[in-house]
Antibody, heavy 123, light 110 residues
Framework: QLQLQESGPGLVKPSETLSLTCTVS??????????WGWVRQPPGKGLEWIGN???????YYNPSLKSRVTISVDTSKNHFSLRLNSVTAADTAVYYC???????????????WGQGTTVTVSS | QSALTQPRSVSGSPGQSVTISCTGT?????????VSWYQQHPGKAPKLIIF???GRPSGVPDRFSGSQSGNTASLTISGLQAEDEADYYC??????????FGGGTKLTVL
């Protein structure tokens, strides 16, 4: 059974860079039917899509965050990562990684999620 | 890109049906038939309950159903149960491997 697990610092200082990794277990990140994405949820607020990556390295970002976001993949370690630069308190959120399916049967839905990790931006 | 529009809250009594709407534009919801719905209980990760407007993943009860008309997608939960009380989010594919979420709807089971 596929599982995703986020990891990274829970506290980041303002203006610094937030870095998280999502480790995929129980399956290969290199499958052609899947993209791998990040979604965040500020306290008490809704979900916000951050961006996706394909195992080949192709990336797609939310226009509102594009200037500050980098998503990368390491197929040898079966994980993908998120970097968000110049963070402010508004970036405080639970960050989720998710698998996005793109197949003939199921199109562009996030069918497996990590448990989420809380990142607080504060000095 | 703007977030999809959902009602902030809906409520219903056990056994009743409720419908949650999700309104986008002709560039996202109305163009692609790729709307998904997620259920989120407090402190938990979202769970996929509907894909491709009306598809249901294995294990999701058939009390959950989805539909779409024009730029508005809808999630209907029939035979409400206490465990259905949660937040519900719609999400639309918006082209070029980008996605838009709705603001979320809190379902209260009275």
């Amino acid at each position: 059974q596929l599982q995703l697990q986020e990891s990274g610092p829970g506290l980041v200082k303002p203006s610094e860079t937030l870095s998280l990794t999502c480790t995929v277990s129980g399956g290969s990140i290199s499958s052609s039917s899947y993209y791998w994405g990040w979604v965040r949820q500020p306290p008490g607020k809704g979900l916000e899509w951050i961006g996706n990556i394909y195992y080949s390295g192709s990336t797609y970002y939310n226009p509102s965050l594009k200037s500050r976001v980098t998503i990368s993949v390491d197929t040898s370690k079966n994980h993908f990562s998120l970097r968000l630069n110049s963070v402010t308190a508004a970036d405080t959120a639970v960050y989720y990684c998710a698998r996005i399916v793109s197949s003939s049967f199921l199109h562009y839905a996030m069918d497996v999620w990590g448990q989420g990790t809380t990142v607080t931006v504060s000095s | 890109q703007s977030a999809l529009t959902q009602p902030r809250s809906v409520s219903g009594s056990p056994g009743q049906s409720v419908t949650i709407s999700c309104t986008g534009t002709s560039s996202d919801v109305g163009y692609y038939n790729y709307v998904s719905w997620y259920q989120q209980h407090p402190g938990k990760a979202p769970k996929l309950i509907i894909f491709d407007v009306s598809g249901r993943p294995s294990g999701v009860p058939d009390r959950f159903s989805g539909s779409q008309s024009g730029n508005t997608a809808s999630l209907t939960i029939s035979g409400l149960q206490a465990e259905d009380e949660a937040d519900y989010y719609c999400c639309s594919y918006a082209g070029s491997y980008t996605f838009l979420f709705g603001g979320g709807t809190k379902l209260t089971v009275l």
